[in-house]
């Protein structure tokens, strides 16, 4: 079992910048790809972005291309989601997620997730 634990949201006016962690615990040895998704009100949760075990290979949705960069960092099991120049459209419940078995854009994909971590984006 992995457990995810995300931080870093907040609220921030539409410009503005956050970066989100993942902390992931238990199961940790093993390569795993890892990615994030978003859940606005009244909306399916989303696609965001998708990296690799390495960090070599990096995946984005088109609505956050350019301004969203994932990252890793293995030795403290963490992934990053920096987020620049956020418009009040990308405002949602951010969810990490884990060990993709198919295509990244799906949410059933993924093995496991974390709980979420509130990005509140005012214009």
């Known amino acids: 079992q992995v457990q995810l634990a995300e931080s870093g949201g907040g609220s921030v006016q539409a410009g503005g910048s956050l970066r989100l962690s993942c902390a992931a615990s238990?199961?940790?040895?093993?390569?795993?790809?890892m990615g994030w998704f978003r859940q606005a009100p009244g909306k399916e949760r989303e696609f965001v972005a998708r990296?690799?075990?390495?960090?070599?290979?990096?995946y984005y949705a088109d609505s956050v291309k350019g301004r969203f960069t994932i990252s890793r960092d293995n030795v403290k099991n963490t992934v990053y989601l920096q987020m620049n120049s956020l418009k009040p459209d990308d405002a949602a419940v951010y969810y990490c997620a884990a060990d993709p078995v198919g295509p990244a854009i799906f949410t059933t994909t993924w093995a496991y997730w974390g709980q979420g971590t509130q990005v509140t984006v005012s214009s």
């Open positions: 238990g199961r940790t040895n093993s390569r795993r790809a």
């Open positions: 990296i690799n075990w390495s960090g070599g290979l990096t």
